[in-house]
C-alpha cells in the first residue's frame, strides 16, 4: 500500500495570502495525484489530478506540482471559502488509491 | 447535473448486515466505474470498493474483503454495497463516487454520503 502523509497537519493563514500544503508518497507515484476540498458536511470536491491539472470549474488561484514522492497545493490569494480540509490523493497504484490524513485550512 | 443520491445507511448492531444503494442521474450510468469511500467519524477518506462499468472487474480494501460486495445494476443507473458481518469500525459516512472518464480512480463527482452507525 503507498501511503500518503500530508504536512502540517493543520495550517493557520490570513486572507488574501498564500496557503502552500504539502503530501508526500511512500513511493513514486509518477504525476498521478489528486487533490480535493471538502467542508464541513459536504462531500469532497475535486480540485487537482494529473499532479497539476485543474478539475473543471476550479478557480485559477488554486495550483499544484510536484512528481514521484514529493507533491505541493498552492492557493494564490486566500478567499473566505477556501478554508476547508484538503486532502491529497494517489492514483498510480489503481485500484488501491490512498488518501491522505488532510490537511486543515484554518483563518489566521 | 450528475447527481448521486446515496440511501440505507442507519444503526446495526456488530455483525449485522445494511444494503447500501445510490441512485446516479445525470450521466451515462452503464459508461463509468464507481466506487465507495467511506469517512470515520472526524477522520479521513479511505476508499473501499470500485466496479468498472459493466461489472466486469471488481476490488475490494483489503479491511472489507470478504464482507462487503459491490454491485450495479445499470438499468436501475443504480449501485450498491452489501455490508456483511459489521464491525464497529466500519462506522463512517459512505460515498458513492464516479470516477472521472478515461481517468482511473480519480473522483469527479460525489454524493452526499449515507451514515453507517455499528454499534450494540
Known amino acids: 500500500e503507498i501511503v500518503m502523509t500530508q504536512s502540517p497537519a493543520t495550517l493557520s493563514v490570513s486572507p488574501g495570502e498564500r496557503a502552500t500544503l504539502s503530501c508526500r508518497a511512500s513511493?513514486?507515484?509518477?504525476?498521478?495525484l489528486a487533490w480535493y476540498q471538502q467542508k464541513p458536511g459536504q462531500a469532497p470536491r475535486l480540485l487537482i489530478y494529473?499532479?497539476?491539472i485543474r478539475a473543471t470549474g476550479i478557480p485559477a488561484r488554486f495550483s499544484g506540482s510536484g512528481s514521484g514522492t514529493e507533491f505541493t497545493l498552492t492557493i494564490s490569494i486566500l478567499q473566505s471559502e477556501d478554508f476547508a480540509v484538503y486532502y491529497c490523493?494517489?492514483?498510480?497504484?489503481?485500484?488501491?488509491?490512498?488518501f491522505g490524513q488532510g490537511t486543515r485550512l484554518e483563518i489566521k | 447535473e450528475v447527481q448521486l443520491v446515496e440511501s440505507g445507511g442507519g444503526l446495526v448492531k456488530p455483525g449485522g448486515s445494511l444494503r447500501l444503494s445510490c441512485a446516479a442521474s445525470?450521466?451515462?450510468?452503464?459508461?463509468?466505474?464507481m466506487n465507495w469511500v467511506r469517512q470515520a467519524p472526524g477522520k479521513g477518506l479511505e476508499w473501499v470498493s470500485s466496479?468498472?462499468?459493466?461489472?466486469?472487474?471488481?476490488y475490494y480494501a483489503d479491511s472489507v474483503k470478504g464482507r462487503f460486495t459491490i454491485s450495479r445494476d445499470n438499468a436501475k443507473n443504480s449501485l450498491y454495497l452489501q455490508m456483511n458481518s459489521l464491525r464497529a469500525e466500519d462506522t463512517a459516512v459512505y460515498y458513492c463516487?464516479?470516477?472521472?472518464?478515461?481517468?482511473?480512480?480519480?473522483?469527479?463527482?460525489w454524493g452526499q454520503g449515507t451514515l453507517v452507525t455499528v454499534s450494540s
Open positions: 466496479i468498472s462499468s459493466s461489472s466486469s472487474y471488481i
Open positions: 445525470g450521466f451515462t450510468f452503464s459508461s463509468y466505474s
Open positions: 513511493q513514486s507515484v509518477s504525476s498521478n
Open positions: 490523493q494517489q492514483y498510480n497504484n489503481w485500484p488501491l488509491i490512498t
Open positions: 463516487a464516479r470516477d472521472s472518464p478515461g481517468l482511473m480512480g480519480v473522483i469527479d463527482y
Open positions: 494529473g499532479a497539476s
